[in-house]
């Protein structure tokens, strides 16, 4: 889910922490990428029609391969230089909110069931997008085809895009690239929106910069992180009726949500019972990520045979445009060093540097 409205929030009230950056700029950059939200995303439109999603012909889904095969293989000829970060176990704090979206399914399964019934098409495409789960062995072969491309891969122990705000503040990386907004809350020091779109779409990528934030808001990373607890996050429910500019002007005026419940009408704004935001600040604060300390990122060369065997042999994938795909990838390796792609087809490593690390 991400944080509410806290986009817009951002646009209107600290503009100058975002920019629009053409995606040919990313040349030579290192990003960490939350894979886990963008298979969910490939697998509600990549192939997709009415309710049926792109499989092969043993019918198994392979629309997340596609739309990962597809989009990562446009930023290594674009020379960038991905770091793939999967979910791990969610934090105790978020059942809730996966109680709310298995709810929201079963919704959806029943609400699609009736629209096939009704043969109201538009409805069974809208309903069977929300009926979408991304399943371990989906998470696993993205992970593998990864790997065979020669990218680095993490399975972080907890939330990605908490890990990927730490490869970022470590220096491992320029931007951490994910949808959710609540990225920033752990701090991240630039954020990369639009990354994954498809080329068709021409989005421009939309970058944030966390210190950017801070000041324009006149802010601590702890009043910030209060702020997004205040316009609704993953972790714990929201007060009724206080929206993001609420939520600002409140914890500008109070400085905390501490002092900020002592003086709010809990009449005009209730307040939920045993509301854990004490909990989700430090969950903010101190995340479980991956260990930064001494990490060496490496890519290396795709293995051609390796991924032709997963993608053809075992995914039915067309192997002429498979081994096309691949081409093009060596041919940007040979063009020039406008496009540098050499570290793509060798061995590099980056040592992380002993500044800017996670603070505990």
């Not at 969610?90 to 069931?113: C, F, H, I, S, V």
């Amino acid at each position: 889910m991400g944080i509410k409205g806290l986009t817009k929030l951002l646009s209107d009230h600290a503009p100058g922490c975002m920019r629009e950056q053409k995606f040919e700029s990313y040349l030579d950059r290192k990003v960490a990428i939350d894979a886990s939200m963008h298979i969910y995303q490939f697998m509600m439109v990549i192939g997709r029609q009415g309710d049926q999603t792109l499989t092969n012909d043993a019918g198994e889904v392979t629309s997340h391969l596609q739309g990962m095969f597809m989009r990562t293989c446009r930023m290594l000829e674009a020379g960038i230089k991905p770091v793939y970060v999967f979910d791990g176990k969610p934090p105790t704090m978020k059942g809730g909110e996966l109680a709310k979206r298995k709810d929201k399914r079963d919704e959806a399964e029943a609400a699609l069931a009736k629209a096939k019934e009704a043969g109201d098409q538009e409805e069974i495409e809208k309903m069977s997008k929300r009926t979408v789960r991304v399943t371990r062995q989906q998470s696993q072969e993205v992970m593998q085809l990864a790997r065979l491309m020669g990218l680095p891969v993490f399975e972080a122990p907890c939330e990605a895009e908490a890990s990927c705000a730490a490869l970022c503040k470590a220096g491992l990386v320029y931007a951490a690239a994910s949808e959710d907004m609540d990225t920033l809350c752990f701090a991240c020091p630039k954020l990369a929106r639009n990354l994954m779109s498809p080329a068709s779409q021409g989005k421009p990528i939309l970058e944030f910069d966390y210190e950017k934030i801070l000041t324009e808001l006149d802010m601590t990373w702890e009043q910030f992180i209060d702020v997004c607890i205040l316009c609704g996050c993953d972790y714990c429910d929201s007060i009724k009726g206080v929206g993001p500019v609420k939520a600002v002007s409140l914890i500008k005026k109070h400085g905390n949500i501490e002092t900020l419940l002592q003086h709010l009408d809990t009449e005009k704004y209730p307040v939920p019972e045993d509301w854990p935001y004490k909990e989700a600040r430090e969950l903010f604060k101190h995340p479980d990520v991956v260990n930064t300390d001494g990490l060496e990122l490496k890519w290396t060369a795709p293995d051609e045979e390796g991924i032709v065997a997963f993608l053809v042999g075992e995914k039915q994938f067309g192997e002429e445009r498979v081994r096309n795909t691949l081409k093009k990838l060596k041919a940007a390796k040979g063009k020039s060093s406008q496009n540098r792609l050499e570290s793509f087809f060798g061995a590099v490593t980056v040592k992380s540097s002993t500044t800017g690390k996670r603070k505990e």
